[in-house]
């Protein structure tokens, strides 16, 4: 693929690992591409990036920013929505991002779960724009270790998805429920939301359950239901 310099000469760009023309499900399984490099693989190629991520890590951040930073030096938009749900996010993520010239916004409702999606939308001038949407926040684990399910949709097959992506992020980046990121009105909130009461903080490390240990607890649960069928009056 190729590309154009600041100076309006020709340059050689990273082409996507998978083709645009593809629609498909990255799991992390081993053996196959992890989000993380497919996410890093479209940067160079996209004319403008919209990203909606509930939680931002500076550990997910980090293998994306000098791809990002190349994006935006060449006079590329990148937007990003966020949230303080779970005290998640790091200030240090939002500061890069915003070094190196992001647009950032932020909601700091903590009552609802309201922004809990996670998506990608590379616009590309050609038609060939596509998006991620899926489960994966912007966290190493889920970049690449995690057992995540993002769907890759293509533009050019898919035009009614991408453009409701990029509609619905149109209404979440004007509406009155984000506001741009200052890191000291980020320090007040947290700390305010720390008076109100308790607030659980996520540990970089996320929980997740055991394959046997679902299976167990899907186990309890049909002997419960199996139990109130045999006896429906609770004698």
């Known amino acids: 693929m190729l590309g154009h310099r600041p100076d309006g000469g020709v340059a050689e760009i990273q082409q996507p690992l998978i083709p645009l023309l593809d629609t498909t499900l990255l799991t992390n399984s081993p053996g196959e591409p992890r989000v993380g490099s497919q996410l890093l693989a479209e940067i160079a ?17 980090r293998p994306l920013l000098a791809a990002l930073r190349a994006h935006c030096e060449s006079g590329r938009p990148l937007r990003v ?10 200030a240090e993520a939002l500061d ?11 909601s700091y409702d903590t009552s609802t779960t309201r922004l809990h999606a996670k998506a990608w939308l590379f616009h590309r001038l050609s038609g060939y724009s596509t998006a991620y949407i899926g489960s994966s926040n912007l966290t190493h684990s889920a970049q690449v270790t995690g057992l995540e399910w ?3 949709v293509s533009g050019a097959r898919n035009p009614d998805v991408i453009d409701k992506v990029g509609a619905v992020f149109e209404s979440y980046w004007n509406s009155g429920d984000f506001g741009g990121y ?54």
Do not use: K
């Open 45 to 61: 190629s996209a004319d403008r990036i919209d990203v909606v991520m509930a939680f931002i890590r500076r550990s997910g951040i």
């Open 81 to 90: 929505l966020t949230t303080t749900y779970t005290g998640s996010t790091e």
């Open 96 to 106: 890069s991002l915003r070094a190196i010239g992001a647009q950032v916004r932020i």
């Open 150 to 152: 993002n769907v890759r």
């Open 182 to 235: 200052e890191p000291e009105e980020f320090a007040n909130m947290l700390g305010q939301t720390g008076r109100q009461g308790p607030v659980l903080l996520l540990s970089p490390i996320e929980a997740r359950l055991e394959p046997f240990q679902e299976r167990l607890l899907e186990q309890i649960e049909l002997a419960r239901l199996r139990d109130r069928v045999e006896d429906p009056a609770g004698m």
